[in-house]
Structures are given as structure tokens and as C-alpha cells.
């Protein structure tokens, strides 16, 4: 595939332009659908079922593909079972979107907004990310 980088701009304004429309970069709407105790806001289910499903079957159309682009390297994870290391991710991921509001697709969105607490959640990710790369190395 020789449009790699405008296929990926454009998914990528694609996806950014999902993630303000259904409110997932709006940290007030996430807030919402966090507080199950208080004011719940289940409009965002709707949104996780749509991506959970377009996930679903677009991993299911790849697994069945028989070749490929030989530019474009398909990487689908090869890991199918549940590892301490997930869960501990999951709840680390989890307890940042909680006392955010905002997640890694919609922080990157953020920046591109000048939404100020990107600037900061943004570079916590990514030294996230580095830390957890540096345990996985050594462990």
C-alpha cells in the first residue's frame, strides 16, 4: 500500500472526529458515565458497543485474510490468554481515565483542541508507557 501516511491521516481524523461527536473527548461526559452512584450517563455505552463490535469483526475479517499488502505488515495480537501484567495495565488504565476523564485517543484529540490538561495527561502517558516498557524488559 503506497498511501500509508495519508491512509493513516486520514483514519486518524476519522477516528479523532468519532471521539468528539460522541462526547469521548468531552471529560464532563465521561465523568457522567463513570458516576454510576450519582447522575449516570449511560449514552456512552452505545459508543463502547459500536467500538467494541467494529473491533470484533474488523480482527475477525483479518484473522481470515489469506495475504496481504506486502508493504503493510497486519499486527493483530497473538496473545490470548488473561496475565497478571493485563490486569495490572487494565487497572492502571482504568484508574487514569477515572481521575481524568480522558483517555489516550481522546487526550491526542485533546491536543490537537488546545485542551490545556492534554498537555499535561499526554506526556504522564507517554512516561506510562516508557515505565511499563522498562518493567516488561526486565521482568
Known amino acids: 500500500m503506497k498511501n500509508h501516511p495519508f491512509v493513516a491521516l486520514l483514519a486518524g481524523i476519522l477516528f479523532g472526529l468519532g471521539l468528539i461527536i460522541s462526547g469521548m473527548a468531552n471529560p464532563t461526559k465521561i465523568y457522567g458515565f463513570l458516576d454510576i452512584t450519582g447522575q449516570w450517563d449511560p449514552s456512552l455505552v ?11 469483526i474488523g480482527v475477525r475479517i483479518a484473522l481470515r485474510r489469506t495475504r496481504s499488502d506486502p508493504s503493510f ?8 490468554n488473561i496475565t497478571l501484567s493485563l490486569i ?17 485517543g481522546p487526550a491526542l484529540v485533546g491536543l490537537g483542541l488546545s485542551y490545556w490538561p492534554a498537555l ?3 506526556p504522564a502517558m ?7 516498557g522498562g518493567i516488561k524488559r526486565t521482568a
Open 46 to 56: 452505545v459508543v463502547l458497543i459500536t467500538a467494541v463490535s467494529c473491533s470484533f
Open 126 to 132: 507517554l512516561a506510562g508507557l516508557w515505565v511499563g
Open 120 to 122: 499535561i495527561i499526554v
Open 73 to 80: 505488515e497486519c499486527q493483530l495480537p497473538s496473545q490470548q
Open 88 to 104: 495490572l495495565g487494565s487497572i492502571i488504565f482504568g484508574m487514569g481515565w477515572g481521575l481524568t476523564g480522558i483517555c489516550p
